[in-house]
């Protein structure tokens, strides 16, 4: 450096030196105090003011895994664009108390979402929300079935036993796997049945609870109507305290399918042909469920009607009538086949296949 060079810094230096010296400790306050203040502005407008613009179309979709900490969460949203300070959102969410509860789940962030919004949305959970259905009466395969067609989730779906599973509605997340969703479904029968189990009517013969849900099941496959599952139980309860077998049609329709629809009535032949499951040949309960039953039906059988009915069978509206002789049963069944004949000739007329029947009671032998 020349000595000319080393004389216009030193004159800098001094000049800079006089101005804070004239200044003085208040104008050092003051100074620092803008500068703090400048930067309060800042974070303001960073946290409360519109974020960034999507990337592409109105939104973007971030989706926070299970198990992710503040800095991971802060890193993908900053990896997204939709925060302009991952630093500022961590010590908001560290300041507000939200960090100790941010929740995973797949979010849809606007264009220009506000920093603030999008730490409260993850904060309360409000992340895009996907469900899956299963209906009662679904067999263990019918389940695998639906979570493999099912295209958010990953891995493979394995059936569980026959009955193992609670029928509803369940929250999904983008990326979570088949078996974690199964096991969900499991968890809820398990803690549905240990409460219904501890509350059971006195006096009813099952040797363990996995004996109610198979009996469960072969309510929930014999009628659709709720009001009728604890009478519908009750008969069965009923014909197994005299000894007599059960007769259900759709046990017969498991021993010959799995649980899938027949599509046609059953015929003679099958009603006395052997299998684990039917019940117009084996005496007692089937070895296993012949579905999932629901809530409804599970409840059903914990606590059954109180009656002597010994039979039922289909009415042609959905419901079932019952009766306790034998004598006033087959009247009902004269009354249901009259009904059956019925619809055929009116869809014979109308040039349509007459509706198929799965089953229509206890003691019902089909007409083919």
């Keep these: 450096m020349s000595l000319r060079s080393r004389a216009l810094s030193r004159a800098r230096r001094k000049g800079r030196g006089r101005v804070f010296r004239k200044m003085g400790p208040g104008g050092l306050r003051r100074l620092a ?12 407008l960073a946290y409360f003011g519109p974020g960034p613009k999507a990337a592409s179309g109105p939104a973007t979709t971030v989706i926070l895994t299970r198990g992710s900490n503040l800095a991971n969460i802060a ?3 900053d990896k997204a664009k939709v925060i302009s300070s991952p630093t500022l959102f961590m010590v908001a969410a560290k300041v507000s108390g939200a960090s100790r509860s941010l929740k995973a789940g797949e979010y849809r962030i606007a264009s220009h979402e506000p920093m603030a919004r999008i730490l409260s949305d993850i904060h309360r959970g409000r992340f895009v929300r996907h469900v899956v259905t299963v209906p009662e ?6 389940v695998a079935d639906v979570l493999m067609a099912e295209p958010l989730l990953t ?22 796997t088949r078996a974690e969703v199964l096991l969900r479904m499991e968890n809820a029968q398990t803690k549905l049945l240990k409460q219904l189990w501890a509350h059971r009517a006195p006096g009813l013969p099952y040797k363990s609870p996995q004996e109610a849900v198979t009996l469960a099941s072969i309510v929930e496959k014999e009628t659709a109507v709720n009001g009728e599952r604890p009478r519908i139980a009750a008969v069965f309860l009923n014909r197994l ?17 799995q649980g899938r629809a027949l599509g046609r009535p059953i015929l003679a032949s099958e009603v006395t042909r052997p299998t684990p499951y039917n019940t117009y040949v ?34 042609g509206t959905g419901g079932h009538v019952f009766a306790e002789t034998l004598e006033e049963h087959n009247e009902n069944v004269a009354r249901y086949r009259a009904w059956q ?28």
């Design 33 to 44: 105090l803008a500068a703090v203040a400048l930067g309060v502005v800042w974070a303001a």
């Design 75 to 77: 890193g993908a949203l």
């Design 137 to 142: 009466g679904f067999t263990s395969q019918m």
């Design 155 to 176: 891995g493979p779906a394995v059936a569980p036993p026959e009955g193992a599973i609670l029928p509803n509605t369940y929250e999904i997340q983008r990326g979570e």
């Design 241 to 257: 305290a005299r000894g007599m077998k059960l007769e259900s049609d759709p046990t017969i329709i498991y021993g010959l399918t």
């Design 282 to 315: 084996i005496a007692g309960l089937p070895p296993t469920p012949i579905a999932n039953p629901g809530k409804a039906a599970l409840e059903a059988v914990a606590n059954p009607s109180r009656t002597k009915e010994l039979y039922f069978v289909a009415d």
């Design 341 to 368: 004949k019925k619809q055929a000739e009116e869809a014979a007329q109308a040039g349509k296949a007459p509706p198929a029947e799965d089953g229509a009671g206890t003691g019902v032998v089909p007409v083919q």
